[in-house]
């Protein structure tokens, strides 16, 4: 290491540790609190928050095994309408809040577990898109040149299918099922967050502290990971929660085309797609998945509105 | 000058004057050089200008039953000769009806104009209107809303609110049909008789039927339904004996089982109302009995036809069969007989029997082989036979004569909707209109107002009654079939229908090289199956 080098390691340390590039922690905090001030923010947290609990703790909660078939078990038939014992269904019948579904199966500990399938499939569908996408981003955005100009054709010609309509042919090339769903969920968002990664970056890049990093003799990887990115995530933590909610819907969808999860996961689009021809005869193992699915799709989008309040500077929080 | 078919070739008539009455009617004929190429039909002969014979190489008692099947519609000679060969015919049917074609509005409707110079009797409505929706509520919604008149295949979960209510007519449909696991031996697992008799033993059939099927459905005690002559003779099929099965699957090496997949395609049928539910139960049952873990595999519907009926599928499918015409061969011959592969290797044990048996006019005489072939066919388990399924059509209340027969599509210029049109509302478009070359059952529907076959079904039966023959009468032996036709029949085109008609239609489907033998995928899987195979086929 050069004698410059190491003097700019020094000074890079030392300005960190006197915080005068401004600790990260405070302001995290601050959003955060902003967000519990924001009622959109506060309403989507308690969602996906009860939603976590339910994910998390659905073998406990749920009052069957959702894949246990109750012919023999109880008297019980397919399709039968929800039985609540405090609505005034029958005492000595067996209580199913949801009803039975087409294989006899309880809906409600499907639609519970299905909690868990759909936030797997937004969480991860997500990470995987944000993480190749904010590192193929970042790197566009700040070399720039031709390293910008391949990464981000590349991202264009993804941007250029209609994303589900994508989805679908990339699961039709790989074959059915829920980790090639999750995949082509994965690749058709990915672009998103390159894109906003990179004009983030562009913005970012060019503001005196990078320069000052710079200056010390800071390398790009530590300039790049460490200086600009952790200032260019706030609109990419907003995009990623709204794409969560865009990612169940996806998969929902994929599954009811019967691309996505199979049988016998309960899965909500999957669910929905089985049962959608039995509207009008059994109406309500339609209206659960749905309203699950909706109620999922609310929480993210009004917890991401919320975070997008919280961190935006342009508004005033005070 | 008009040509004469003779094994295909086109011959000038004067060359074969010398076979032809003085008259002015050139009759023509389609033969096979011998009977060597192992098919049923040795030649069919335009006797004269209403008299068709056809030479059979062996026996066949069933042969009136067949020749009521639409496949077998007749066309005008000349439009076969053209459009047949043009492949126009697809699309634009000309037969001797009671309706005609109007417009085929591919992704919306077939309509159909009455025929007014039909032979028959007359419909009291003028159009008659074809759609279709694949959705059971679909249907039904429609028919509640009043825009159909009649509907195919209701739910089963929709039987109780259709039969109380009082806008609607329940209809039961009698159609003798039979849903199975398939499996093709020439897959590992299922290449080992063990195997399949443990699936056989493993599946509680029961609650498949239980839960799955409306009332009136049965447990398959043998793969032909009882309905049918000779179909139940032999053993009944294996009981549920889930501890027999896995001993059985220890013994093959396969104790904790093994995975594989169940494939299906999500189409509603008689003998398979909801697949998805019945693969989902089956996956179930499969895990739970025999520890067997398969993955449930939906296929679009040609491609599933083609993959199983081809033996391509490498684990057990769900498929069925509904009967064509009320005879035994319909569903043994067409799954067992010597050449399919649909199950993989076919089973000399079997098909031995079953040629024998097809050969036999006397139903007597003919059980002890369906016997013996029931009994290989348990005994070997090629596949498990699971329901016969009971199904049911709607109609509105006002609908007069509103029916459902046993074979066939509903014979709607029998019915009188009260208004001058009635509109049928199916499971699906028409692939085709040209039924030489169809096999699937909504095309076979839609050709069925417009083309006529020498016989027809009974409205509520089997029995055949005439069509354009007013007779169809055999040899002793069952190796001449003499068929006495029509006169004064007319086409929707206005040509006369004569012999030379008869001829040219069957010419097109069972001869090869016969110039319009090219339908709409050139399979004309009927003609090859229900006569064993194609005449002068290279």
């Known amino acids: ?318 | 000058m008009k040509k004469i078919l003779l094994g295909g070739l086109a011959v000038p008539a004067l060359l074969v004057a010398v076979s032809v009455p003085a008259s002015a009617f050139e009759g023509r004929t389609v033969a096979a050089p011998n009977c060597d190429y192992g098919g049923k039909i040795e030649s069919i002969v335009a006797q004269d200008e209403y008299t068709v014979v056809f030479n059979l190489c062996k026996p066949d008692p069933a042969f009136k039953a067949k020749a009521a099947f639409t496949p077998f519609g007749i066309e005008p000679e000349e439009y076969i000769d053209s459009a047949g060969v043009d492949g126009s015919i697809i699309s634009a049917p000309i037969g001797t009806g009671p309706f005609m074609l109007d417009a085929w509005n591919r992704g919306d409707s077939v309509v159909y104009k009455r025929f007014d110079d039909y032979w028959g009797e007359k419909p009291v409505y003028s159009t008659l209107v074809y759609r279709w929706n694949d959705s059971g509520a679909g249907r039904l919604n429609e028919l509640r809303a009043g825009t159909v008149d009649q509907i195919t295949n209701v739910s089963p979960d929709d039987y109780d609110s259709v039969k109380m209510d009082d806008s609607l007519q329940f209809i039961p449909v009698v159609n003798p049909n039979t849903m199975y696991l398939g499996m093709t031996n020439t897959f590992a697992p299922f290449d080992d008789v063990k195997v399949r008799q443990a699936i056989a033993m493993g599946i509680d059939r029961q609650r498949i039927i239980d839960n799955f099927y409306p009332a009136g459905s049965e447990v398959a005690s043998h793969f032909t339904p009882c309905s049918l002559p000779n179909a139940c003779v032999g053993d009944d099929w294996y009981g549920f004996d889930p501890a027999k099965a896995k001993e059985l699957l220890a013994e093959a090496g396969y104790p904790d089982g093994f995975d594989t997949k169940i494939y299906y395609r999500d189409v509603f049928r008689g003998y398979l109302p909801e697949p998805s539910l019945v693969a989902v139960e089956l996956q179930t049952q499969l895990r739970d009995n025999l520890g067997i873990n398969a993955e449930v595999v939906v296929m679009e519907s040609g491609e599933f036809i083609d993959e199983s009926t081809s033996g391509r599928l490498d684990g057990f499918y769900m498929l069925g069969w509904g009967a064509d015409y009320p005879h035994i061969t319909n569903f043994l011959d067409y799954h067992f007989t010597k050449g399919t592969v649909q199950f993989g290797n076919p089973f000399p044990e079997i098909y031995d029997n079953l040629i024998t048996a097809s050969t036999i006019a006397d139903t007597a005489t003919a059980e002890p082989y369906y016997e013996k072939a029931n009994n290989a066919i348990r005994e070997l388990v090629p596949m498990v036979p699971i329901a016969h399924g009971a199904s049911a059509s709607a109609a509105l209340k006002t609908l007069g004569n509103a029916h459902f027969p046993p074979f066939g599509a509903p014979q709607l210029q029998f019915d009188d909707p009260g208004k001058d049109t009635l509109v049928y509302m199916q499971n699906a478009e028409p692939i085709s209109l040209y039924c030489a070359d169809e096999t699937d059952g909504e095309s076979l529907a839609a050709c069925q107002p417009v083309v006529e076959t020498l016989l027809n079904y009974k409205i509520d039966s089997g029995d055949t009654v005439p069509a354009l023959a007013t007779d169809c009468s055999a040899n002793d032996e069952a190796t001449v079939w003499t068929c006495t036709l029509r006169e004064g029949v007319k086409f929707h085109d206005g040509s006369s229908f004569d012999a030379n008609d008869v001829v040219a239609s069957w010419a097109a489907g069972i001869d090869a090289s016969n110039p319009a033998h090219k339908g709409n995928t050139g399979s004309f899987d009927y003609y090859a199956y229900l006569w064993d195979g194609f005449m002068n086929a290279e």
């Open chain 1, 1 to 318: 290491m050069s004698a410059l080098s190491r003097a700019s390691a020094q000074y890079s340390t030392k300005i960190d540790n006197e915080g005068l590039l401004g600790d990260p922690k405070p302001m995290w905090r601050q959003a955060i609190s902003r967000l519990l001030g924001i009622r959109s923010g506060q309403i989507g947290l308690v969602i996906i928050l009860v939603l976590l609990f339910i994910a998390a703790f659905a073998d406990l909660i749920a009052p069957y095994n959702p894949q246990q078939v109750l012919i023999g078990v109880e008297q019980v038939k397919k399709r039968e309408a929800p039985c609540v014992h405090i609505l005034g269904c029958d005492v000595s019948k067996p209580q199913h809040l949801m009803g039975i579904d087409g294989n006899v199966r309880d809906e409600f500990s499907r639609v519970l577990h299905g909690t868990r399938v759909s936030l797997t499939i937004g969480l991860t569908t997500v990470s995987a898109a944000l993480i190749f996408g904010v590192f193929f981003g970042a790197i566009s955005g700040y070399f720039g040149g031709w390293v910008d100009m391949i990464i981000m054709r590349l991202m264009d010609v993804i941007l250029g299918f209609p994303s589900l309509l994508l989805a679908i042919a990339i699961v039709a090339v790989l074959g059915p099922g829920i980790q090639n769903a999750l995949l082509a969920i994965s690749i058709v968002t990915l672009p998103q967050y390159a894109r906003v990664t990179r004009a983030s970056v562009l913005s970012v890049k060019e503001l005196d502290f990078v320069a000052a990093s710079k200056v010390m003799g800071a390398s790009h990887r530590h300039i790049l990971f460490f200086r600009v990115l952790p200032n260019a995530m706030t609109p990419i933590v907003v995009l990623a929660t709204l794409g969560i909610a865009t990612a169940i819907l996806d998969a929902a969808g994929l599954s009811f085309l019967g691309l996505g999860a199979q049988p016998p996961m309960p899965e909500w689009g999957t669910m929905l797609g089985s049962e959608r021809n039995q509207i009008f005869s059994a109406p309500h193992l339609v209206f659960f998945p749905g309203i699950a699915i909706m109620i999922t799709v609310l929480g993210f989008n009004l917890l991401g509105d919320g975070l997008r309040d919280a961190l935006d500077p342009r508004l005033n929080h005070s």
